[in-house]
């Protein structure tokens, strides 16, 4: 899966935020990054099952290391 971000902008001026193919906490990467973008400041953050993913990147370099 693609690392996709999806940015919706609110008439009340909220900007919501929400990652897919991002898995573990690399997702907050990029929302420090709207936020600095933006200047704006996270008010809430909610997390979705990916955040709580490693990654296969992650996974990888930790057996290598084993090898």
């Known amino acids: 899966m693609k690392k996709q971000l999806k ?6 001026g ?3 935020m ?10 907050l990467k990029y929302a420090e990054l709207l936020e ?3 200047d704006a400041k996270i008010e ?5 099952s990916e955040y ?3 990654e ?10 084993y090898e």
């Open 7 to 12: 940015i919706t902008l609110l008439p009340n």
């Open 14 to 16: 909220e900007i919501k």
């Open 18 to 27: 929400e990652t897919k193919g991002i898995k573990g906490k690399k997702c």
């Open 36 to 38: 600095k973008l933006a």
């Open 44 to 48: 809430k953050q909610e997390f979705t």
């Open 52 to 54: 709580y993913e490693q």
């Open 56 to 65: 296969v990147e992650e996974i990888q370099q930790q057996q290598n290391l």
